[in-house]
């Protein structure tokens, strides 16, 4: 039963059919599907399967990703409450899109993908300024800064990662926190993530879920 339900929400997430797919999720619970099985067997999978270059159902236009993750977060939302046991959360991060930089639409897929892979996820808002990331992470216990850059300028600037860099090493910060950082530019140069210190990079939401863990594990004693 799991497969079909699966295959049907697929499909209306697919097709942005957001009422349909809130439904499917509805009628799986009411016909005794688990909640952590909706999670972590449907909306997960379906999430890996739209970036996958072999699927049927890869994500072609953009408004299409958006409104894939915008489902997932609110799936996922909905059934955390529900879950048995209080899910781990495997760790936490911040995220905003750098110093004069105002699209937003990036980092909000990527939020969206991260919470359904239960990274808690404070949302920092639109041109952050490299000590605002920094203050906040340290406030709220994140071990993990995400900056999305979607303009070469605001990538490479001295108030985005190199900044936050510059500021985790004179606080004595950088073994507790690392820096993610994505957007365009990076996707266009893959080796410019290390040109402005950060440790590491992600294409899209689900590389990225993947990546954190693995800076998440470096940091833990
Ligand atoms: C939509 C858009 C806008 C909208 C933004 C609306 C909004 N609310 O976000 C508006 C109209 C406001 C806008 C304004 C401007 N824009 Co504009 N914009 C775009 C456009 C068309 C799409 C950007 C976008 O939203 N992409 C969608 C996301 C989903 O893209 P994505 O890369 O696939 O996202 C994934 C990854 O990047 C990754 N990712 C993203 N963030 C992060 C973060 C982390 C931590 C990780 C791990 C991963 C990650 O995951 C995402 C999801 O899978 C691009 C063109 C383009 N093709 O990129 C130009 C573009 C970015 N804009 C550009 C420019 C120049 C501007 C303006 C300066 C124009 C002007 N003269 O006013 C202003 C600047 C405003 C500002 N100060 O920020 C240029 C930048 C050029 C450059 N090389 O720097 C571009 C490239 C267009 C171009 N070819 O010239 N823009």
Same mark, same amino acid.
């Given at each position: 039963m799991k497969n079909m339900i699966s295959e049907q929400y697929q499909q209306a997430v697919f097709d942005t059919d957001r009422q349909l797919a809130l439904q499917i999720v509805q009628n799986a619970i009411d016909n005794g599907v688990l909640p952590e099985e909706i999670v972590f067997d449907i909306v997960v999978p379906s999430i890996e399967d739209s970036i *996958? *270059?072999?699927?049927? =159902? =890869?994500?072609?236009n953009l408004a299409q990703h958006f409104m894939a993750s915008q489902i997932a977060a609110e799936v996922t939302e909905m059934m955390v409450p529900l879950f048995r046991q209080a899910p781990e959360i495997v760790g936490k991060m911040v995220i905003g899109t750098s *110093?004069?930089?105002?699209?937003?639409l990036g980092k909000r897929i990527v939020k969206g993908c991260l919470k359904a892979q239960m990274i808690e996820v404070t949302d920092l808002g639109l041109s952050v300024p490299a000590e605002r990331f920094v203050d906040q992470a340290v406030e709220l216990g994140a071990a993990v800064i995400g900056i999305s850059s979607m303009m070469a300028h605001t990538a490479r600037s001295e108030n985005g990662s190199i900044g936050v860099r510059r500021l985790l090493k004179e606080r004595g910060l950088e073994q507790q926190i690392r820096i993610i950082v994505g957007g365009t530019p990076y996707n266009h140069d893959e080796r410019l993530y290390r040109t402005v210190c950060a440790d590491a990079w992600a294409r899209n939401g689900i590389e990225a879920g993947a990546v954190i863990v693995r800076l998440l594990g470096e940091i833990r004693p």
């Open positions: *996958s *270059s072999v699927s049927e =159902r =890869r994500y072609t *110093s004069g930089d105002f699209h937003g």
